[in-house]
């Protein structure tokens, strides 16, 4: 249900990445990194191939002239990495004509060459990128993580070692840095001053490097084949493939040992796989999180050196029909003209597109299955794909704010596309009815990475094949009057839904921005009984998920969904784009949202 309303479901400007962040910034009683840092150190005596041209380049030979090194540890995967390149483009060309170089090194086993320089090529960096292979150069620095700045002064000796600034940490994406601690440093070394903050903690995802030998003895030995592949397919490669969100693909041994670094880190930390219900709450059939036991048996493997096993015990190669995770569309709506998105979001982001999708439907369609597909999951923030009535003049359409209103009712809703999101799948004698003459149209949200792009996102359908019983249709509680105050840490809003007859729910999906900080839906029964259905005590913007009920609720006429989500507008919140002002209701990201949507279907009552 991403997406879930025209002009509603809007997750604005804030990219979504998975952020494979380490810790808040290491200065004074922070955090310290968790490898050494080499500073004081001379690191003059190394020399890598370019990956142009696979030419040796000599920090010696090559940085003869310059007053000042910097040495950017750098991977081609890394969403946050890929978040920060413009950032260091920027960098080099105000710091060039001052004598300083810049200097890129991949140290990642599963870069390869080739690899390089296409993604140098395709992000316009003006600096060399060389390769390190074995991670020999990535170890003589102490380097961790991807992307991760080391400034050499004039004798290059090693005065800064961490993050470029502090716009991005795990669950974190600050609209704008308040530290520039890569500059500030650049700066102290041309100037022949101490660094003031000479060690802070780098945010984005540790440098791959081969899997140790055992080093936990005793036990049930584990492996890839035997017990890991299963887990990786069920929890992770939805995502983790060619062509979806995950920033990277889990679908081989070969993967998973390169990454297991960063598995091991965001499993144990239960940051991956997303998922945020409290579990004393309700039960979904789409519950991400890994069981006790099987988190046991990833971070055992990885403790035992990423152990490959015998080929004879991989289960079957997970099937996706051609990427479909719903199997093979009836049909397929592909937008007719492509979107061309820019390297960088213009002041105040991308408007969102309304595009037709379909024509008129010639005859009246039940669908049990909907999957929106991105052409460019890199910069597509989501998709909402919903009905136009039949008999809409399609040449103001974009423009009529009475037509747009018509898509918050509640058979106008198809299904949608975000980060971590799951399909609409119904079971037998379930559908969604698409009346004949009706279109099918898109909101679109584009959120640039630094890379110009095109995009023709699509929708595919699977059409009701079992005699119809239910009319599945998307409900919302929602408070459009919202005014949370400035400062306010904890400001509380409720909204209601009562049920004027017996209804059968079947999803619950909260959706708030960047002030958003937990969300519940209780149900309140007409005998006075109350239920938590659903609680998110931490919620997370860059993931919105729709929490399919594992078995569907039974509510009698007269019971009240209540939706209540708590704000933070404080200085506290990271995330605030701004706790000085009042915010209100509106679509981008520095606006707020209060929406608690929920599919469902009257109950028949004979």
Known sequence: MHGIRLGLFVLASCVSVVIWGHGPGATGGEKAPALPAPLGVRLVDWTLPASSDG???????????AKAVVVLFLGTQC????????????????????????????????DDRAAVVRHAKEFGLPFVVLKDEGAKVADRFAAARTPEAFVLDGTRTVRYRGRIDDRYDKGIQRPQATRHDLADAIDAVLAGRQVAHPVTEAAGCPIARPPQSIRQVGGVQVTYTKQVAKLIQNHCQECHRPGEAGPFSLLTYQDAASWSAAIREVVEERRMPPWHADPAHGQFRNARRLSDADR????????????????????PLRKFVAGWRIGQPDAIFTMQEAVQVPAQAPKGGIPYKFILVSEPFP????????????????????????????????????????????????????????????PLTLPAGEAKRIPKGARIAFEMHYTPNGTACSDRSCVGLVYAKETLRHQVLTGSAMQFILLIPPGAANHRVVATKTFDRPAVLLSLCPHMHLRGKSAA????????????LLSVPRYDFNWQTNYYLTEPLHVPKGSKLEFEVYYDNSSGNPNNPNPRTFVS??????DEMMAGFFEYYWESVN
């Open 55 to 65: 030419q040796p380049w000599s920090v010696n030979r090559d940085c003869r002239e």
């Open 79 to 110: 969403p946050v990495n890929n978040l920060y390149l413009p950032i260091l483009s920027d960098l080099q060309k105000k710091f060039d004509p001052q004598g300083v170089l810049f200097v890129g090194i991949n140290s990642n086993p599963r």
């Open 296 to 315: 046991t048996t990833l971070l055992t493997w990885i403790d035992q050196g990423c152990l490959e096993g015998d080929s004879v015990d991989l289960p």
């Open 363 to 422: 005859e009246e369609k039940w669908v049990q299955a909907v999957e929106c597909r991105p052409g460019a999951a890199s910069v597509v923030h989501h998709i909402t794909a919903f009905l136009l009535p039949p008999g809409t003049d399609v040449s103001h359409w974009r423009t009529d704010k009475s037509l747009i209103a018509l898509s918050y009712a509640d058979d106008s809703n198809l299904g949608g596309y975000g980060l971590g999101e799951d």
């Open 521 to 532: 839906f209780r149900l309140t029964r007409p005998d006075g009984s109350r239920e938590i």
């Open 585 to 590: 209701w509106g679509e981008q990201s520095w």
